[in-house]
């Protein structure tokens, strides 16, 4: 697995999250308890993670539609 994005905002893991699906990229969220257990401050960032061989398609589909990856 290979870190993908870095957000706070649970808006753009959502939207990141479909986007990646419509492409049929598997992607799982961690860090989502941390970010929980804060309150939604936003302090802590939640990470997508993809696998490997699908890295180079996944990053090219979230920024042809404008989401940074915030690494």
Do not use: H, W
Request: proline share 4%; net charge negative.
């Amino acid at each position: 697995m290979k870190e993908l994005l870095r957000s706070t905002d649970p808006t753009v893991m959502a939207f990141a999250s479909a986007l990646l699906e419509g492409e049929d990229i598997d992607c799982f969220q961690v860090d989502v308890n941390m970010s929980i257990l804060e309150g939604g401050i936003g302090l802590f960032p939640r990470r997508m993670m993809v696998r490997a061989e699908d890295y180079d398609r996944a990053l090219r589909t979230i920024t042809d539609n404008g989401i940074p990856s915030g690494r």
